[in-house]
């Protein structure tokens, strides 16, 4: 069956700093990954995707993820924070197998201090 | 170019009480669903429709049904709404294949009383 975890429930850091949302995933197959971003009482925005190629993907807002098999994890990855990056971030994952759903992580809230 | 739009944006209903969520996309995209959000729980698929005319039940159908009206259009009904059924409700709309990003309306806040 098709999971994603994502362990941390909040992330913490100051404006900035580095910043790291882990994601770890299991799918049968090759894996699609996604990562969202949803501000308070909006829909979620894509972020960024690996499907295949280069294990680093750059996406919206200096936002970047690697994609690592071995470790079956994409983590979503910002060299400096800002405090409007304060925000709930989902990975999502999706077998590339015909008639696979895309599955949610449960979230991780990032929250950037001043 | 709106994007997905969903109404209502707020709703409150009696147990028992039935109501329909619209959602439209103007993308042009072929493939449309139907999540709900919940503290904790991140996004759970109730229904999909992978091109117009079809339609899927997805992780937790029980208690909605859904109709893909046209290729623009995917409404979810609640027939009787019960108070499990409190959530945040998004449509989403994708290109039809696994590799494409789906894209969200702003959502439905519902509260069964």
């Known amino acids: 069956a098709q999971s994603v975890a994502q362990p941390e429930d909040q992330v913490n850091v100051a404006e900035g700093n580095p910043l790291t949302v882990k994601c770890t995933y299991s799918?049968?197959?090759?894996?699609?990954l996604f990562w969202y971003v949803q501000y308070p009482n909006r829909g979620l925005q894509f972020l960024l995707k690996?499907?295949?190629?280069?294990?680093l993907v750059k996406g919206s807002y200096g936002f970047e993820a690697e994609f690592n098999k071995s470790q079956t994890s994409f983590h979503l990855k910002k060299p400096s924070a800002l405090v409007s990056d304060s925000a709930l971030y989902f990975c999502?994952?999706?077998?590339?197998?015909?008639?696979?759903?895309?599955?949610f992580g449960k979230g991780t809230t990032l929250s950037v201090s001043s | 170019n709106a994007g997905v739009t969903q109404t209502p944006k707020f709703q409150v209903l009696k147990t028992g009480q039935s109501m329909t969520l619209q959602c439209a996309q103007d993308?042009?995209?072929?493939?449309m669903y139907w999540y709900r959000q919940d503290p904790g729980m991140g996004l759970r698929l109730i229904y999909y429709?992978?091109?117009?005319?079809?339609?899927d039940k997805g992780e937790v159908p029980n208690g909605y049904n859904v109709s893909r009206l046209n290729k623009r259009e995917f409404s979810l009904r609640l027939e009787s709404a019960a108070p499990s059924q409190t959530s945040v409700y998004f449509c989403?709309?994708?290109?039809?294949?696994?590799?494409?990003?789906?894209?969200f309306g702003p959502g439905t806040r519902l509260t069964v009383t």
């Open positions: 429709s992978a091109s117009e005319g079809t339609t």
């Open positions: 999502a994952v999706r077998s590339n197998q015909a008639g696979t759903a895309l599955i």
């Open positions: 799918v049968s197959g090759n894996p699609y």
């Open positions: 690996y499907i295949t190629g280069d294990n």
């Open positions: 993308m042009n995209h072929n493939s």
């Open positions: 989403a709309s994708s290109q039809r294949g696994a590799s494409y990003e789906q894209y």
